[in-house]
């Protein structure tokens, strides 16, 4: 199944330059300013018609991605995700997205912690009749996460 976003972690001088590259500096300027941050998670959304990119400021140079695909939104679900919400940092949520008649949802951790936590979590929603599939990917300055 193909993913929902694409996410790449960048450093302070990257983005900088991504920013000079792109002739927007404008758009990067505020959270360049803003943020002590010296590693940035930058998410991206390709739809048919946009390109959607969020940039996020890290406090250590990874994060992790993790996947939740279904048959559908249950009332299970919506309780798991919200406890979830509750013991973890979500840096980004992708929302609920239907490919191919299957639910996909897409979240971003901060790294530290979420690896001990992933066990539990992924145990978790496969108890749910609605699931069955939890993946974690490790998004890191060598190791994007591409739709591919």
């Known amino acids: 199944m193909q993913a929902l976003t694409n996410a790449e972690i960048h450093d302070r001088a990257q ?17 360049l300013n803003t943020s002590e941050a010296e590693h940035f998670l ?4 390709n739809g048919k018609h946009f390109v959607k990119i ?6 250590e140079d990874a994060a992790i991605k993790i996947t939740i695909e279904g048959e559908q939104i249950s009332d299970d679900v919506l309780v798991a995700l919200g406890n979830l919400a509750a013991r973890v940092n979500i840096i980004h949520s992708s929302g609920f997205t239907f490919q191919q008649n299957r639910l996909v949802y897409e979240i971003y951790l901060a790294k530290t912690m979420a690896f001990q936590q992933f066990e539990d979590v992924q145990q978790e929603f496969m108890k749910l009749d ?12 060598t190791n994007p996460s591409t739709s591919n």
């Open 15 to 31: 983005l900088e330059q991504l920013s000079r590259v792109l002739h927007h500096s404008a758009v990067f300027t505020d959270i």
């Open 42 to 45: 930058v998410i991206s959304v």
């Open 54 to 59: 969020m940039v996020y400021p890290l406090m």
């Open 130 to 141: 609605a699931i069955d599939r939890v993946s974690l990917e490790e998004i890191n300055p």
